[in-house]
């Protein structure tokens, strides 16, 4: 079993940045891909960033390339989602999640049906 909890959401500017975290405890991640996802208010939950259990291999949404970056530290069992130039449409709550199968994870880490563990959430709000 797997626990995740997230960290680091807040209310922020147009423009500003924010990190959040990802830690784990229960196993260590470095056997699992890691996605974010994000949902907004109304609306599906949708694919925001993964990262391979290694790390060698990143995957971003449209909506967010050139402005979000995920890494990870497996010695500190955490995962990052590092977000700059924020838009109000960015303003969700965020997931992370870990995918145990990492022989599929390259062909489906965009669908979160791939994930079997989800933390709580945190809330992302960037003002106008």
């Known amino acids: 079993q797997v626990r995740l909890v997230e960290s680091g959401g807040g209310l922020v500017q147009a423009g500003g940045s924010l990190r959040l975290s990802c830690a784990a405890s229960?196993?260590?991640?470095?056997?699992?891909?890691m996605g974010w996802f994000r949902q907004a208010p109304g609306k599906e939950r949708n694919f925001v960033a993964g990262?391979?259990?290694?790390?060698?291999?990143?995957y971003l949404a449209e909506s967010v390339k050139g402005r979000f970056t995920v890494f990870r530290d497996n010695a500190e069992n955490t995962v990052y989602l590092q977000m700059n130039s924020l838009k109000p449409e960015d303003t969700a709550v965020y997931y992370c999640?870990?995918?145990?199968?990492?022989?599929?994870?390259?062909?489906?880490?965009?669908?979160?049906?791939?994930?079997?563990?989800w933390g709580q959430g945190t809330q992302v709000t960037v003002s106008s």
């Open positions: 999640a870990a995918d145990p199968d990492t022989s599929s994870y390259s062909r489906n880490y965009y669908r979160d049906t791939q994930y079997d563990y």
């Open positions: 990262i391979s259990w290694t790390g060698s291999n990143t």
């Open positions: 229960g196993r260590s991640l470095s056997a699992f891909g």
